[in-house]
């Protein structure tokens, strides 16, 4: 608010000039004729003459009423508010420079902001009000055109996350008693929420423009960024870890560099892929050869011109365990599948295996590496088992009771079943049955069995879950020997014919049929698995990989089984023990919460803990933060809390409690992916869609002095004039009465009557 004053005199009788002055002229002449008749002389007539004219104008101006008249200006300066991009996304160098050279986003800011003769012209006589924003907005100085140039507050990187219409709705526009003539804003449209209408409409009925500025190249620039990466939490010594990476190749400005996968810790390359124009997905493979949490990174090598180096990288960490996989394997008579898979399950060192055969005489010794006499029947023997292998055996072998326990722990997650079809029982004796639901597909009553001889070939999904890999992380997953029908020990003889029609809901096809002889393209699934609960149940479709054994000995064999068996347990039950912590999810951002859980099996220790168990968070740079567990409800044997990591890096949980071993400790990792770098294009769209909607104007960065054409003076300007009469008006009247005094003095000295 501006307030000005100015001064004049004036009348309280509103006297026109052109009767003031016919008023003036009669006296004056009146009073000239007064004396001339008299034959005076011409000094003594002028003399006498004037100071009647002198007195009765006088009296005529005192009667008018002067005054002195005040006029008070007031004025409301209109404003404008500036709101300038401060968030992470102003590091970004994909802006052309005048020499050709890229800069960064916040230099073309800083080139904008420079330009004070247009932001001082702007701001004359009106009000700009500068704000730096990310999430939020906050008050920077810059030149506002009411005083000399002052050096440029240029701004300054602050904040990870970008949100234009928050910082917007933060700024109170209409809390202000200056008309808003506009609001500027310099950004690269980056925003975590773009949902203006509501926003807009609430400016265009205030009548507030928006004009922006987009910040970056219109077309967003080129970017070769680490999208997104999928890997098992879990894993085994020895397993092939697959790890699916998701690129963004905007432009297909990484095609010809490098996507590998590094050992964080050793720094050795465990496998390297080359970055295609027209491929956003690739799956990399490491092998688990030690016990414990292994760290990786996926890193794409960097590029000259990469305009955003940081969203290369991504961190990654998998607890390997080297806790034997407790295995029941049933199958009805010694064929060929029984026979190799038996063998293979005894020899490996990762599993301990209990085998039955229907078909044996009673008096047979029964193998495995823990031999069993009878078949579990309670669920507490059930309990014993991670995986249930079923060959081709009758659905009477296993009672209701025994079933309904097997289905129940599959659903818990607890236990994880292999189905294995064969001629004469599996699938189609299992209809009606109460592990039928457990089966991946719908059994028919009337299986179809193909004889002729194919060859089976690995789908996408099995790929990306590392399960049918079985060329030790090639390119090649799937080995040529196989698929090659010059060899015969590669064929599988028969399998059952599955109608796509009855696969199950949740289920995935990891391997399919193809004819040797035929060119139909007709392909059959082979191997189906199923989630099921919380667990999983996988069904081979064929008893024929044992013929694999012929080309490279037990090598494809075990690559084959092994994984498959491995990929039924769910991944919480790696490392089990009787007490344990567990982080959900196992992987978070920073600033994300995180729930800490632990599980406690023993019983008696289960009823000596407290409700209230505290523990303690240590990251690998020395941070530490304190967290309660609470007991869940019902007096259960677990306790968690959620804790929100402010720090990245690898995070561990530590028992405070004296009851709990120290040994029970699980490590997280804590990732600074911020959003505000994850899509570095411009999203010049979003500001085009502000402006249209707001009444406003989308201006060009070379051309920001339209500004001053753009934005109107919407200033107030209001007049107020106060009348005051002269101070001690009435006693004016002395004034002619001795001027009248005179004139008569003057007269008696003349002898006039």
């Not at 969203?311 to 295995?327: A, C, G, K, T």
């Not at 060119?519 to 191997?527: A, D, E, F, Y």
Request: glycine share 8%; aromatic share 8%.
């Amino acid at each position: 608010m501006m307030l000005s004053t100015t001064s004049s005199l004036g009348w309280l009788l509103p006297i026109p000039t052109g009767m003031w002055i016919i008023t003036l002229l009669s006296t004056a002449m009146l009073s000239w004729w007064c004396y001339r008749r008299h034959g005076l002389p011409t000094w003594a007539m002028c003399t006498l003459a004037s100071l009647r004219f002198l007195a009765i104008s006088m009296i005529i101006i005192i009667l008018a009423g002067p005054v002195i008249e005040k006029t008070v200006r007031n004025e409301i300066r209109d404003r404008v508010v500036v709101l300038v991009d401060q968030s992470r996304s102003m590091t970004i160098r994909d802006t052309p420079s005048r020499d050709g050279a890229l800069v960064a986003r916040g230099s073309q800011i800083e080139s904008i902001m420079s330009r004070s003769e247009v932001w001082n012209e702007l701001g004359r006589g009106r009000i700009i009000e500068w704000f730096g924003f990310h999430d939020h907005p906050f008050s920077i100085d810059g030149p506002d055109g009411n005083s000399d140039p002052d050096p440029v507050d240029i701004p300054r990187v602050s904040g990870t996350g970008t949100d234009i219409i928050a910082s917007i709705n933060q700024l109170g526009l209409d809390d202000s008693i200056n008309p808003n003539a506009g609001l500027i804003i310099l950004s690269d449209g980056r925003s975590r929420s773009d949902s203006i209408r509501e926003t807009a409409t609430t400016l265009r009925s205030s009548g507030i423009p928006v004009h922006t500025i987009p910040i970056g190249p219109p077309d967003g620039g080129g970017d070769v960024a680490v999208e997104s990466v999928v890997y098992p939490s879990t894993a085994y010594i020895g397993d092939s870890i697959p790890v699916v990476v998701d690129v963004s190749n905007r432009s297909g400005t990484g095609t010809g560099s490098d996507l590998i996968l590094r050992d964080s810790d050793s720094g050795s390359i465990l496998d390297r892929r080359t970055i295609e124009e027209d491929i956003d997905e690739y799956t990399l493979v490491g092998d688990s050869t030690v016990d414990g949490d292994v760290y990786w990174v996926v890193e794409i090598t960097p590029l000259d011109d990469d305009p955003v180096p940081a969203n290369n990288f991504r961190d990654i960490s998998i607890r390997v365990s080297d806790e034997p996989l407790r295995v029941l394997y049933i199958d009805g008579y010694p064929r060929w599948e029984y026979r190799y898979l038996k063998n293979l399950l005894i020899r490996e060192e990762s599993i301990v295996s209990s085998v039955m055969l229907l078909s044996a005489d009673g008096d047979y010794a029964q193998e495995g590496d823990r031999p069993i006499t009878r078949l579990p029947i309670t669920t507490e023997e059930f309990r014993d088992f991670d995986v249930l292998v079923i060959g081709d055996i009758p659905s009477s072998t296993l009672t209701t009771e025994q079933q309904e326990i097997i289905e129940q722990l599959v659903v818990e997650g607890e236990m994880g079943i292999l189905w294995i079809g064969g001629p004469y029982w599996t699938p189609v004796d299992w209809r009606g049955s109460t592990l039928e639901s457990t089966i991946p597909f719908t059994p028919s009553v009337d299986p179809v069995r193909n004889e002729a001889p194919v060859h089976m070939i690995p789908t996408d999904e099995s790929v990306q879950m590392g399960i049918l890999r079985m060329d030790g992380g090639s390119d090649r997953s799937w080995p040529d020997e196989i698929a090659d029908p010059s060899n015969p020990w590669s064929a599988l003889q028969w399998f059952q014919v599955i109608d796509r029609n009855l696969v199950k809901p949740a289920t995935q096809v990891l391997a399919e049929s193809v004819e040797l002889d035929s060119r139909s393209g007709v392909r059959h699934p082979l191997i189906l698995i199923m989630q099921y609960g919380g667990g999983r149940s996988i069904y081979s479709a064929t008893d024929e990989t044992w013929r694999w054994r012929h080309g490279r000995g037990e090598l494809l064999y075990e690559r084959f089984w092994i994984p498959i068996i491995r990929s039924i347990v769910r991944s919480d039950r790696l490392g089990s023990d009787s007490i344990g912590f567990e982080f959900v999810p196992e992987r978070v951002e920073m600033g994300q919460p995180q729930r800490i859980r632990l599980e406690v099996t023993d019983a008696n220790l289960v009823e000596d803990l407290e409700d209230i168990i505290p523990v303690r968070i240590e990251s690998d740079s020395g941070s530490r933060r304190s967290v309660e567990l609470n007991r869940d409800s019902g007096g259960s044997g677990t306790w968690s809390s959620s804790w929100v990591p402010d720090e990245p890096g690898r995070w561990t949980v530590v028992p405070m409690d004296d009851s709990i071993n120290s040994q029970t400790s699980r490590e997280t990792t804590v990732f600074d992916r911020s959003r505000e770098m994850s899509d570095p294009s411009t999203n010049h769209a979003f500001l085009e869609r502000i402006s249209r909607q707001t009444g406003g104007t989308i201006v060009s960065p070379d051309d920001v002095s339209e500004l001053l054409d753009i934005i109107p003076d919407r200033s107030i300007v209001s007049t107020t004039t106060i009348r005051d009469p002269l101070p001690g008006r009435w006693w004016m009247f002395c004034i002619p009465l001795l001027i009248f005094g005179v004139e008569w003095t003057g007269r008696r000295l003349f002898r006039l009557s």
